[in-house]
């Protein structure tokens, strides 16, 4: 079966929210972006050849074909697997679809990640906090003040509200595990080739384009429901506030879709995102989003993990609810 029930794919997509919540990423077995990392890179060393390196047209053609082999692939072995898994027993085949849809979520593995630059600020370790904020950023750490560690793990936490949850979970909802997997699949390419620079100018160009138009819609949700958990945890003021700078700042970010969940979050803890950044020894100055009502903290860095998960506890009941209207 291609897909299941609405009903059937409402409870799995449900139970991959709490197995994620539970579990996060196992070192064990082995995570399925592992596997497409690895896949990703194998390809791009078949496809990039002296010949290909000097023509952009070239590149960008090959950059086409690494996107839609990798994307085809993933679902295929997605449906492949869950399709085993059904025809074997049908709980088998649920309990397959709701494991591999809560790999393509990674709500505890963000906070996770999170915490391990919050710890060492709390224990005044700028060192280690420097470390693992370069575990979750592609810009430059080790000349990074506290308060830049802090906005970088902000930024993060906020932009993949949207790549590490709400998206995923829309794919799921459309198409289970294999159009999750999909999605899973799209981003990983965008976070390892999707890069503007001279190496990935125009082979990454298929694989960012295509990463901005899957999560062009869950952006704007997510940007929504930012809002939405700003009123729950932090009042009305803040909810009032994170609407109002999606709408004045988020267009300025040069991303088409990581601006709203950035705003959002700036607005809601009334601080400042954006500013300078260094990648590879070049500085770069990124627009500034929100007002900065006061200065930087580390436990904002709480605060944004907070607004993620009541993201997530929005979106499992209203999940659960429609299960209840269409069962």
């Given at each position: 079966m291609l897909f299941y029930s609405l009903p059937e794919i409402?409870?799995?997509?449900?139970?991959?929210?709490?197995?994620?919540?539970?579990?996060?990423?196992?070192r064990w077995?082995?995570?399925?972006?592992?596997?497409?990392?690895?896949?990703?890179?194998?390809?791009?060393?078949?496809?990039?050849?002296?010949?290909?390196?000097?023509?952009?047209?070239?590149?960008?053609?090959?950059?086409?074909?690494?996107?839609a082999g990798t994307v085809i692939l993933a679902f295929a072995l997605m449906w492949l697997i869950t399709e085993a898994a059904a025809l074997i027993h049908p709980w088998l085949g649920y309990a397959v679809s709701a494991w591999y849809i809560s790999t393509?979520?990674?709500?505890k593995g963000l906070k996770d990640a999170a915490m391990r630059v919050y710890d060492p600020l709390m224990a005044g370790n700028l060192g280690d906090a420097r470390k693992y904020t370069g575990y979750i950023v592609g810009r430059d750490t080790a000349a990074m003040e506290e308060k830049d560690t802090v906005r970088a793990t902000v930024e993060t936490v906020a932009e993949n509200t949207v790549d590490a949850f709400l998206s995923p979970v829309i794919f799921a909802l459309l198409g289970g595990a294999p159009l999750a997997m999909l999605y899973r699949a799209a981003n990983t390419l965008d976070s390892m080739v999707g890069y503007r620079n001279e190496r990935y100018f125009y082979f990454g160009w298929a694989s960012a384009r295509f990463d901005d138009v899957l999560n062009y819609i869950p952006a704007r949700i997510t940007g929504l429901l930012l809002s939405l958990a700003a009123l729950l945890t932090l009042g009305a003021g803040a909810c009032l506030?994170?609407?109002?700078?999606?709408?004045?700042?988020?267009?300025?970010?040069p991303s088409p879709n990581s601006g709203i969940p950035e705003a959002a979050a700036a607005g809601a803890l009334g601080i400042e995102l954006g500013g300078r950044n260094v990648y590879f020894g070049v500085a770069s100055e990124r627009a500034r989003l929100g007002w900065p009502l006061r200065p930087l903290a580390a436990h904002d860095i709480i605060r944004t993990v907070r607004l993620l998960y009541t993201v997530s506890m929005l979106v499992l009941a209203g999940v659960l609810i429609l299960w209840l209207c269409v069962s």
């Open positions: 409402l409870l799995l997509t449900a139970a991959a929210i709490i197995i994620d919540w539970i579990v996060g990423d196992p077995p082995t995570h399925p972006v592992i596997w497409i990392g690895r896949f990703i890179a194998m390809f791009e060393k078949r496809l990039r050849t002296e010949e290909a390196e000097k023509s952009g047209d070239e590149l960008r053609r090959k950059g086409i074909i690494l996107t393509t979520i990674a709500v506030r994170s609407l109002r700078a999606v709408y004045q700042f988020a267009g300025l970010h």
